[in-house]
């Protein structure tokens, strides 16, 4: 499947209003419906955290989170918005937007979705008390300041001013005006994001204790005591769910793997039905050995790995010489073509091709280029300002399929530079996003250097791999880095009269990326995976992600 270009389609100006809308079924039929003969087995991983959009921002717990709610709109197979429950959403100057819900929505309990549904749900993620790892994406809305706790050195001097942001306003059951602080060129796009899911009434109550129970908008609800920790999740489909992705299965059942190959080989042996990803063991041999069944696709997924701004020998002139000369030291097209078979392209930018705005000739960009005469040049620099001493490391969880690429990259950088470079194996991704967050906040971690880093775009837009990995205060800005300049860049990006400026904005953020590198470029991912003899209906999306929905069993 080609993979559209998309971003400038996505909203239609007339009459003065930007405007999407659309019929999401609201009070169609939310039985299991026809062609559904069995449960589809797909590879996951135990979620970070409990099941809330606001505080999922990784994969494991985003796969199950897309299936078990519903919000304004979906991403279709090559990333267009399609209205769910959303009847529209428009906006005559891009600052004030109104959101009229389609009637008739129910969470999976048989409570009415509303407005307030909505707009509860992005005050709770938004206040920083709440410290939800998704509340980054409410900052552009009017009043999300004030729902900020004042701290000095890491700690809270006065509490937030308000609980509720005054730019979001509920009109009616159905009908809800967001006020943005300034006007933004892609904000549709952005609503199909799990941030954005409403939450019932009732999950506040205890929002931990809802997470581990949560309740279902979606296509699927958890299966009654589905959830197994770290073996597995039974998703069933709700009855009550009446929008554009009715399941066509009669399940999805998310096994936990500890390690790719485990999964390959049970998708070899028939015991698994559908693969994400295929183990880099099996890079060379999975197109030959599942035929048709093979997928191997570009997909909106960047790789790289962080460098956070804390780190010993890698802050000021000193460290922009080190990042640049690792930058030097690693040989992308022999890694992807050895070790990933083709199913990787060494990265020329910080997004990634298959989004609208693309660029392959930013300046500065040539810092991604192997030249290890460079490399040991700025190396040598770097030390006239001040010795290096220690390892050089990166962290990478072992049950991703990272260990292959992840040596080979700190081969790379050891053969070229002559220092000691070795990879940090974790467990599982969990553990390690632990850590993570931990260094993040100035808390004890087990890292000793940098990690495994990337990004699976949320929506399709450039802004989504720039604004929260590396805006300040991004919410997946791990490794702390801030830029003033950086920051205006997008902000004039976003309130850009269309989305080609805005782009072109997005475009020269990044000039200055590859003068600090707060992270290291690597490649672009294809999608690789397969599905068994047993499901017909595979499609794997814009973005990697199958249409589990779609899939049927035979």
């Known amino acids: 499947m080609k993979i559209r270009r998309i971003a400038g389609s996505v909203a239609v100006l007339a009459a003065g209003a930007l405007v999407l809308a659309g019929c999401g079924g609201g009070s169609g039929s939310g039985t299991s419906g026809g062609g559904q003969t069995g449960v589809v087995t797909v590879n996951g991983s135990e979620p970070e955290n409990p099941l809330i959009p606001t505080n999922t921002n990784e994969t494991g717990g985003g796969k199950i ?327 050089f490391t990166i962290a990478y969880n072992a049950d991703g399929g990272h260990q292959e690429w992840v040596d080979a990259v700190t081969n790379s950088i050891r053969n070229v530079l002559g220092i000691e470079a070795v990879a940090q194996s974790y467990g599982d991704f969990a553990t390690m996003r632990t850590d993570v967050n931990a260094a993040r906040n100035g808390a004890p971690s087990g890292l000793t250097g940098a990690w495994r880093s990337g990004w699976q775009a949320d929506y399709p837009g450039l802004y989504n791999f720039l604004g929260a990995l590396y805006g300040t205060g991004g919410s997946s800005n791990d490794g702390n880095y801030s830029d003033p300049a950086f920051d205006a860049l997008l902000l004039q990006g976003n309130q850009a009269a269309t989305l080609d400026e805005a782009n072109g904005f997005f475009q020269e953020s990044q000039t200055i990326l590859f003068k600090d590198l707060p992270a290291i470029p690597l490649w672009y991912s294809n999608v690789t995976g397969g599905f068994s003899t047993s499901v017909d209906g595979v499609v794997f999306g814009w973005n990697s992600v199958p249409l589990y929905w779609d899939i049927t069993k035979k």
């Open 65 to 391: 989170i897309d299936l078990i709610n519903s919000g304004l709109f979906y991403y279709d197979a090559d990333g267009i918005p399609q209205p769910e429950i959303a009847a529209s959403v428009t906006s005559d100057d891009k600052i004030v937007w109104t959101v009229a819900l389609d009637d008739g929505w129910v969470f999976s309990d048989g409570s009415p979705i509303t407005a307030h549904s909505f707009v509860d749900a992005w005050n709770f993620g938004a206040l920083s008390s709440n410290n939800q790892l998704n509340g980054y994406w409410f900052q552009d809305i009017e009043g999300f300041d004030a729902l900020q706790a004042e701290t000095q050195d890491g700690q809270v001097i006065a509490p937030p001013e308000k609980t509720e942001m005054s730019g979001l306003v509920v009109l009616d059951d159905l009908t809800f005006t967001i006020t943005l602080t300034s006007a933004l060129a892609d904000y549709p796009l952005r609503l199909g994001y799990a941030a954005y899911y409403p939450l019932p009434e009732a999950a506040f109550d205890d929002v931990d204790a809802y997470g581990r129970a949560p309740l279902s908008s979606g296509p699927y609800t958890i299966a009654e005591n589905g959830w197994r920790h770290n073996q597995e999740i039974r998703l069933i489909p709700n009855d009550m769910y009446s929008g554009g992705r009715t399941p066509m299965n009669k399940g999805v059942t998310v096994k936990f793997y500890t390690g790719l190959d485990a999964a390959y080989n049970d998708l070899l042996s028939g015991n698994l039905d559908v693969l994400d990803s295929i183990p880099p063991s099996s890079f060379a041999t999975f197109e030959n050995e599942l035929g048709m069944r093979a997928v191997n696709q570009p997909a909106a997924i960047f790789q790289s790995f962080t460098i956070p701004q804390w780190l010993d020998h890698f802050t000021g002139a000193e460290g922009a010489l080190r990042r640049a000369a690792i930058s030097h030291a690693i040989d992308r097209e022999t890694i992807t073509s050895t070790i990933f078979s083709g199913t990787r392209t060494p990265a020329v930018d910080f997004t990634s091709p298959v989004i609208d705005g693309w660029s392959d000739s930013i300046e500065g960009s040539d810092v991604l280029t192997y030249d290890p005469a460079k490399a040991v040049e700025l190396w040598a620099q770097a030390d006239a300002v001040s010795r290096w001493t220690g390892t």
